[in-house]
């Protein structure tokens, strides 16, 4: 009995670890892939897109990484599909594009490297070591009590129950990796607007884009290779024609600092052939980016008009205003219901920020 015990949990932990090993890896380019945990890993802590992209750059120096997961578990699945795709151990530079979780939760497994971010990274890491961290654990443990309920329901063992014990076994492994992992690593590197980091041949530019999704958000872009990753600037999601801001509400939203920074990036001298957000599927163009620019040109422009004029703030979330805009990218963005009622929020949220 307890030989066959013994083989079962060995079983159910191999399993785990099987899951664990697994990655998707996309090549950019020779020197730049975009590394994304298996999707029913992610799920489980979960994330709506069931995707979280790291990205990682072949330097002559050593690699550069930017983003390092939502915890030490998925941060080393993806640090040994890296060095085992470029054959090199050495991370020189960690990014993050911005402190929440699914960004620099994996950042203490790099305790060899120098983690990089804009200087309001560390208020954000705090608040996940803080409050995010028990939440994430308690959401952990509510599906283990609702899964062990659902198999006390079922009689019979079968692909269902089977099914369900793996992820139970799962969800106890994320617990115990976060419990006994995770620590909070804060950057070694911190900048205000703009850094430059020379690896080896590569130069790659940091540009802080002001609040809006955090405090913390930055672009990166690696020029040599043509590529820029956006974090969560954008809601580009999970689908290829799918670009808007990614506003957040009662949050302070800097408008004016995206459009600075957008026109810097934007520059005709800045190729930009792949655009990586953290939560899509797919790479974008540098068209998508231009579209973002122009929405939050035209937004700003008609809130700051309506306001003056005492206008209602509803006739500035009716889409009609903006047409010629979307007509202009409509192979960028579909004027949709989601497209819609995306910016309806964004005016909300813009017209608390805009005097």
């Known amino acids: 009995m307890r030989i066959r ?21 996309r090549k950019l380019t ?14 489980t802590l979960g994330w709506p897109n069931d995707i979280i992209n790291s990205v990682a750059v072949k330097t002559g120096k050593g690699l550069v990484l930017i983003d390092t997961q939502n915890s030490p578990a998925n941060a080393r699945l993806i640090k040994n599909a890296v060095q085992d795709n470029f054959n090199d151990s050495t991370f020189v530079y960690i990014i993050n594009t911005h402190g929440h979780s699914c960004h620099s939760g994996g950042n203490c497994i790099f305790t060899e490297s120098q983690i990089v971010a804009q200087q309001n990274s560390e208020a954000e890491i705090k608040d996940y070591d803080d409050l995010f961290l028990g939440q994430t654990v308690e959401f952990l443990r509510k599906k283990i009590y609702h899964k062990s309920n659902v198999l006390d329901t079922i009689s019979t063992s079968g692909v269902l129950s089977d099914s369900i014990n793996q992820a139970i076994e799962l969800y106890r492994f994320y617990e115990n990796d976060l419990i006994n992992n995770y620590h909070a690593r804060y950057a070694d590197l911190t900048f205000d607007e703009t ?3 020379n690896a ?3 130069t790659i530019h940091l540009y802080y884009m002001g609040k809006g999704h955090g405090d913390a958000d930055i672009a990166v872009y690696i020029r040599d290779e043509k590529v820029l990753c956006t ?37 005709p001298e800045n190729a ?14 540098k068209e998508n980016l231009e579209f973002i620019l122009d929405y939050c040109k035209a937004v700003r422009k008609e809130v700051k008009r309506a ?10 979330q009716e889409i009609t205003i903006f047409e010629d805009l979307f007509n202009q990218y409509q192979g960028i963005v579909p004027l949709n219901k989601e497209a819609r009622e995306m910016h309806a929020r964004n005016v909300a949220i813009i017209w608390r920020n805009i005097k």
């Open 200 to 202: 080896g041949e590569k």
């Open 307 to 316: 306001k003056s004029q005492q206008i209602p703030i509803e006739s500035v």
């Open 272 to 285: 930009i052939d792949h655009v990586i957000s953290t939560h899509g599927k797919h790479s974008f163009k």
């Open 5 to 25: 015990l013994l083989l079962l949990v060995l079983i159910a932990l191999s399993s785990v670890q099987g899951i664990a090993r697994e990655t998707v890896i």
């Open 195 to 197: 850094m430059t980091l």
């Open 30 to 43: 020779s020197n730049v892939v975009v590394v994304t945990p298996g999707k029913k890993q992610l799920h």
């Open 231 to 267: 974090g969560n600037l954008f809601h580009l999601g999970a689908y290829e024609h799918e670009t808007m801001p990614s506003f957040y509400q009662f949050r302070v939203n800097e408008i004016d600092h995206w459009i600075s920074t957008l026109e810097e990036i934007l520059k």
